[in-house]
């Protein structure tokens, strides 16, 4: 479903993911590797080492939502 069509992420939605990719950022700066937060956080991989990417570049705030809950 695309975006327009109402298939995007609820603002409470957004938040519970933003608070994992901050989890996330907490166990990277503990040394945790990228298999461990994957599976203790039950996504993908690939979604961790990219979160982890973005960390390494602008720390925990790269990984804050850039999109802002709807009023």
Known sequence: ???????????????????????????????ESTRTVAVRLRVHERSVTCWRKAWLEGGAQA???TCSPAA
């Open 1 to 31: 479903m695309r975006y327009g069509q109402r298939g995007g992420y609820t603002p409470a939605e957004q938040e519970r993911r933003e608070r994992v990719r901050l989890q996330a950022a907490e166990w990277f700066e503990a040394g």
């Open 63 to 65: 990984l804050r939502s």
